[in-house]
């Protein structure tokens, strides 16, 4: 043990001198003259705004007091006179827009810009309560409902009936009266309207639908009763992720370096052992970030929090950066691959996020519990677990991968990435037990298919409703037959005569089993907010009795292999899209409780 | 330079692409960035905007009305969005947590035309979508409510805003601005930056990898290698381009002014192709050169885009058709510094010719 962390602690070392003395001794100044350049550079921008679509319309207006209702917005070329041709004609109380996308577009923006205009009046006016007349306070109560039925495919509620009052089943518990007094006085609830008054309007242009940070926390006037976006914290919370990926970028290239012109055969060749490599270049990297992140986190004030909730993704981070330096061909590849991993990774955390006030699936995004830790929501320990979960499973696995095949024959030969997957794979295949070790990788492959579904799950929500449960059901069920085959297709490939018939069936059973377990598992664990939506139930549909998905399972991986095993490795593809249709069409069959 | 050796290398790299799949991850990664800026933006505004999400189906929701009477009850009815049931809190309530109710409103007993304002309490679920909804309907109608006792206390008010009767409905213009405004010019640029990380790729793999004395030897020369490698990865972005404006045309989203834009873009691409060869040129070493190249890049994009007439928003103008000939002189503007770092490069390529590789 103690030699152990001797060795990483010596790895570690090397890899601080190498990085050290190999990079040339002006990037470091180079790069904080473009940091303190950043700096400047966002500070002239909040200045001057983004000049993206400026002059997008041109308006007619009849006097200078109008066109001061639009003079504001740089969208708008204002023009005195209302003769021309112009996306808009104001003259009030008329107003005219071309009729065109770009005049309708136009109007849409002119609405909003009158919005604030009619807000920024009553503001000032005297007697407050005349101009705000209505003040909403929201109470939030906490849902109650047991989600069984939900889960049992019942949960889209029937059309309320108008004609009597619905009971409650439990007892009526007593509600006091809220008090019909405001409780702030008229120059507190100005100060708060004033105040909302100098939001960003470059963010709210696009969608005016989303209100900002209400005016005095859950007490608001009527136009303000919209979900408020945090995109204050969003960006803060962006912060965070960018020096985890730049970070990353570092390490990957140091494994990448090794493999160059074999450098690092010296390295394997000593009595070192992968693991001790792999975690001893990995060491100062993972100081660097989280250094990087304590120091971040200052400015929030949640260090402690904020560290918990980055650190298994500063793991998932790296564990991944080690797998893509391992696997790369070229820095093009290496380039792209990382790119579009970060790309994933970070719209995985980043857009859930969004939803931090609206629903539940923000939380599987851990950068939620930060949005929650600087709003001062409080969050529980099982909502810890459940959006962090994933990340530290992955992040083991990934590394377990990666140490296992840390070796001359995966380093130093360059596959196409597919191939080298496979291999990957494969090398995780016994010859002796191979049943079970399909098992295995099935178990293991379930927290990755998990973060592809979730991540359709945000990607489809574009899609209108019925359509997009359809997609889901089907890229889902997708998902799924592609990690239950993987395994065996890697053999397959391999050593072509293992697929005997008997072979094939006992495969199948294997894969079955390992998927159910990893399934259920998981969803003991961490999966009871989710599958409460109908949304959850497309994914997870297959739960509910325990014969039909261990039938579909294995009717899944049963149709992949034998149609390989007919045709050959080459119909691979075909034979997924089939096993898929086949398990959507089952799961699709259960959500709507026979079609 | 013999420009038929640049082509050997310009074909030689785009077959490398080729055959690496690089430009498909590269085609993915733009669909997918383009896919989650519209789910941010249509995806967000169509959770919130009912109209969106009753299309299909056209539900009301039950709702408690508990507390004094009021004219607000009325209304509610009459929206026809709800179903309004007249209860008392506490059953409401309770009702509500078990999602008996999608709502519950509590309205006291304070005069329309009160000193005081009425304070209405909504009691609703937290982190729900159906809420989200639920309350953005009832939204519209605690607004029509706010306008009419606004009208009853009206002689209080002594501003006297201009009035502007704007139309009701403003229909199917929900998008224009994010799709001309946001996705047109994040689509065009990104293929323009792909392709100046691109080269760093190249170019330093090539020190790297020490195969630089091995091309050099052959009859290409290293300016002319580095200029095949250049053309290589300048080639793609405008087929790129077009490409996504093709996508955008066939999805019926007109874009006018292809010409210009597809200039706009080689020029400012082929600027940003330049700036990282020398970038990589000059570290010869992958990590620092993509290092100072990205951290250079957020900075001239951030400091471009807050310039007034820089060549993103003349993307957006240009695709809407509202832009005058201006453009031109900024595209020759571009030109000119384009033609310099051209000369520029072709100087510092035999500098390194001369110095690093004897």
Request: hydrophobic content about 50%.
């Amino acid at each position: 043990m103690l030699s152990a962390l001797r060795q990483i602690l010596t790895i570690s070392k090397w890899e601080v001198r190498r990085s050290a003395t190999t990079m040339p001794r002006e990037v470091i100044p180079v790069a904080a003259a473009l940091f303190i350049l950043l700096i400047l550079v966002t500070g002239f921008t909040q200045e001057s705004g983004i000049h993206l679509q400026d002059r997008m319309y041109t308006a007619g207006v009849d006097s200078a007091d109008t066109g001061a209702i639009i003079l504001g917005d740089p969208r708008f070329t204002v023009y005195l006179g209302t003769a021309g041709e112009t996306d808009l004609t104001i003259s009030p109380p008329n107003i005219r827009a071309a009729d065109t996308d770009r005049g309708g577009a136009a109007l849409k923006a002119f609405q909003t810009d009158y919005t604030h205009y009619l807000t920024a009046q009553y503001n000032r006016e005297d007697d407050l309560f005349a101009a705000y007349p209505l003040w909403i306070d929201l109470q939030y109560v906490k849902s109650e409902l047991d989600f069984t039925a939900t889960e049992a495919g019942t949960g889209v509620s029937s059309a309320p009936d108008p004609f009597r009052n619905p009971t409650p089943d439990r007892p009526v518990k007593a509600v006091p009266e809220p008090a019909k007094e405001i409780g702030y006085t008229r120059e507190e609830l100005r100060a708060g309207l004033v105040g909302s008054e100098g939001e960003d309007r470059t963010v709210s242009r696009y969608t005016d639908v989303i209100a900002g940070e209400g005016a005095l926390g859950d007490f608001k006037t009527p136009s303000q009763l919209t979900p408020p976006l945090p995109f204050d914290v969003i960006v803060l919370v962006f912060v965070f992720i960018f020096p985890l990926y730049f970070t990353s970028q570092f390490y990957m290239m140091s494994v990448m370096n090794e493999r160059i012109e074999r450098r690092g055969e010296i390295l394997l060749s000593s009595p070192l052992r992968p693991s001790a490599i792999v975690l001893g270049k990995m060491l100062p990297y993972l100081v660097v970030m989280i250094a990087v992140t304590t120091i971040l986190s200052l400015t929030t004030g949640k260090t402690l929090i904020v560290l918990a909730v980055i650190f298994p993704v500063i793991l998932f981070f790296l564990a991944a950066a080690l797998l893509i330096g391992m696997a790369a061909r070229s820095f093009k590849e290496l380039s792209f691959i990382s790119i579009f991993f970060s790309t994933v990774a970070t719209s995985y955390l980043f857009f859930p996020s969004i939803f931090a006030n609206i629903h539940v699936i923000s939380l599987i995004s851990p950068l939620t519990l930060i949005i929650y830790a600087v709003e001062g929501t409080a969050f529980t320990l099982a909502d810890y677990f459940y959006s962090t979960f994933l990340f530290w499973v992955t992040a083991g696995i990934l590394f377990a991968i990666c140490i296992a095949n840390f070796n001359e024959e995966r380093l130093f030969t360059l596959h196409p990435l597919r191939d080298k997957v496979r291999e990957y794979i494969a090398s995780a295949i016994s010859e002796k037990h191979p049943f079970a070790s399909l098992f295995g990788i099935t178990l293991f492959s379930i927290p990755f298919v998990l973060m592809a579904q979730l991540m359709l799950l945000v990607l489809l929500f574009n899609i209108p409703m019925p359509f997009s449960l359809v997609v889901l059901t089907f890229a889902a069920a997708f998902i799924e037959e592609w990690a239950k085959s993987i395994g065996i297709y890697a053999i397959a490939v391999e050593r072509p005569a293992f697929l005997t018939w008997r072979n094939v069936i006992l495969a199948s059973l294997a894969v079955m089993a390992g998927f159910l377990l990893g399934e259920k598992l998981l969803l003991f664990a961490t999966l009871a907010q989710i599958s409460e939506s109908l949304f959850g139930a497309a994914l997870f549909t297959s739960l509910q009795v325990i014969w039909m998905p261990l039938s579909l399972h294995f009717a899944g991986a049963f149709i992949t292999i034998s149609l390989i095993k007919i045709f050959g490795k080459r119909v691979y593809p075909i034979a997924l899209v089939i096993a898929s249709l086949v398990h959507g069409v089952y799961n699709l069959y259960f959500i709507t409780g026979g079609f | 330079m013999n420009f038929r050796h640049v082509y050997i290398i310009t074909k030689k790299e785009l077959g490398a692409i080729n055959a690496e799949k690089t430009i498909i991850l590269a085609i993915l990664l733009q669909l997918f960035i383009a896919m989650f800026s519209s789910f941010l933006i249509v995806g967000l505004a169509g959770m919130y905007d009912p109209d969106a999400l009753s299309d299909y189906s056209r539900q009301k929701y039950p709702v408690a009305y508990t507390g004094s009477p009021s004219p607000l009850e009325e209304m509610l009815q009459e929206s026809g969005d709800f179903v309004v049931y007249k209860m008392d809190l506490g059953t409401a309530v309770t009702a509500l947590e078990e999602r008996k109710l999608s709502g519950v409103v509590w309205v006291p007993d304070t005069a329309s035309d009160a000193d005081q304002p009425v304070k209405i309490t909504l009691y609703t679920i937290k982190n729900d979508i159906q809420s989200s909804v639920v309350n953005n309907k009832l939204r519209d109608v605690f607004v029509a409510y706010e306008e009419n006792l606004r009208d009853i206390r009206g002689d209080r008010i002594s501003s006297d805003p201009i009035v502007v009767n704007l139309p009701a409905e403003i229909p199917g213009t929900n998008f224009y601005e994010f799709v001309y405004g946001l996705l047109i010019p994040l689509l065009i640029f990104m293929p323009a930056i792909i392709s100046a990380a691109l080269i760093i790729d190249m170019i330093t793999e090539e020190f790297q990898h020490d195969t630089i004395e091995t091309l050099i030897s052959t009859p290409v020369t290293f300016s002319e290698m580095i200029w095949g490698k250049v053309s290589a990865c300048f080639v793609i972005v405008p087929v790129q381009a077009v490409i996504w404006i093709a996508l955008m045309v066939v999805n019926g989203i007109a874009v006018a002014g292809i010409v210009p834009i597809l200039l706009h873009v080689s020029v400012a691409s082929l600027l940003m192709i330049l700036f990282s060869t020398f970038v990589a040129l000059h570290y010869r070493e992958r990590t620092s050169a993509q290092f100072i190249f990205s951290t250079a890049v957020v900075v001239v994009l951030i400091g471009v885009l807050s310039l007034p007439a820089n060549p993103a928003n003349l993307i957006v103008l240009l695709s809407i058709g509202a832009v005058g000939s201006e453009h031109w002189l900024v595209l020759a503007i571009m030109t000119g510094v384009l033609a310099l770092c051209m000369v520029a490069l072709n100087r510092y390529t035999h500098l390194v010719e001369k110095t690093a590789l004897q």
